[in-house]
């Protein structure tokens, strides 16, 4: 049997926060009692919280190409990536990868494979330190969305499939300014060619995504996946959100469109760095606006993992919740998005032991081991 014992540790637990101890076994949580006891190891009142739930991150495409134009060997990205992760505190992720672009010269359109292949491979052998599934991420407007999606439908790690549309003077990018710089910037398309670009964009829109997205919703229902809708800006967008049988709304860029997605029961997922930076770089909603409403149900690290955890600590500060009421944004909540909530997610006998254990000096939290498993990888 192998056992430790975690002591005189601020434990999170579902609906409250005690000064206990908490023992795994064989990886699973075992027993969680109020006081402090002589051995094991005294976390002198830093906090134990469960391990956080990434729905959506880019952060192994950022490590694949780390400055444009490079392509970083793409083995020693994915073992940069997983070290990211659990080194931010996330136990189990769901690594991102898009199917398409809207950008012809976009590495997107050829990489997903080999993403896929190597997540799949190091899982199996268990070389990750954390816990890695798959969330695909499909344009809609790009031709071959649904052909290449459905090879992957049955894919074991599998869990998430989103429905994105990023043609410009719409949803994410409503403003062209916004749309030209980003674009601009990233894939380098000019200013001479930036008409062209757009007029292309949404004529393929008017081709390809109703068709696509159609097909999708029929392959994520036949197969048992959770669906995300991605960048809803109106109450229409929600709507048809709903009718797919979406369950989670990712970065709704308004107010109008969060309030409806909430009222609809979707659960509402926002970015770490918006709420971090204090608002979000493509002039869209304020995250923290979103939390303050009530209204945000996930929280995802989008491009940067360490945001996580500074989030959680941000969140309980400006709404006066308590660390355990906060985190459920990080823990329960996208567990049982992605219907994993049974094993994990939680402090509770029986769960996997996927723990943090985290120092608040009241500037910024830093975590202080990430416990996998019941095995520390960080």
Request: glycine share 6%.
């Amino acid at each position: 049997m192998n056992e430790q014992i975690y002591t005189n540790y601020r434990l999170q637990l579902p609906d409250q926060e005690i000064l206990g101890t908490l023992v795994v076994r064989d990886g699973l949580i075992a027993d969680i009692q109020p006081g402090i006891v002589n051995s094991g190891e005294n976390g002198e009142g830093d906090y134990l919280l469960p391990g956080l739930i990434e729905l959506h991150t880019d952060n192994l495409e950022r490590c694949m190409s780390p400055r444009p134009g490079i392509r970083w060997p793409l083995e020693a990205a994915a073992v940069y990536h997983d070290r990211d992760l659990a080194s931010a505190g996330v136990t189990t992720v769901c690594d991102a990868i898009a199917i398409g672009d809207i950008a012809t010269s976009s590495p997107r359109l050829t990489n997903f494979s080999q993403m896929i292949d190597v997540i799949s491979q190091r899982e199996a052998k268990g070389s990750f330190c954390v816990e890695h599934r798959i969330h695909l991420r499909c344009e809609l407007a790009y031709e071959q969305v649904y052909e290449i999606t459905a090879e992957y439908a049955n894919h074991p790690l599998l869990s998430m499939i989103s429905l994105m549309d990023h043609t410009p003077g719409q949803r994410q990018f409503i403003r062209l300014d916004k749309f030209k710089e980003y674009y601009m910037g990233k894939h380098g398309v000019t200013a001479d060619q930036m008409e062209d670009f757009i007029i292309t964009r949404q004529q393929k829109q008017q081709i390809y995504a109703q068709k696509n997205r159609l097909a999708l919703v029929e392959l994520a229902d036949a197969n048992g996946i959770s669906l995300a809708s991605h960048d809803d800006a109106t109450v229409e967008h929600v709507q048809e959100a709903v009718e797919n049988g979406v369950v989670l709304a990712e970065f709704p860029t308004t107010l109008e469109a969060a309030k409806a997605a909430h009222s609809l029961g979707l659960q509402v997922l926002m970015g770490a760095p918006n709420l971090v930076l204090g608002g979000s770089h493509s002039g869209n909603v304020s995250a923290m606006e979103l939390v303050l409403e009530n209204l945000v149900d996930v929280i995802s690290s989008d491009y940067v993992p360490q945001s996580l955890l500074q989030s959680i600590f941000m969140i309980a500060h400006k709404t006066g919740k308590p660390i355990y009421e906060a985190m459920q944004l990080f823990t329960s909540n996208p567990a049982k998005a992605i219907n994993l909530f049974s094993d994990r997610g939680s402090l509770e006998i029986g769960k996997k032991a996927n723990l943090i254990t985290v120092h608040d000096d009241g500037i910024v939290p830093r975590i202080m081991k990430t416990i996998c498993r019941g095995d520390r990888v960080s």
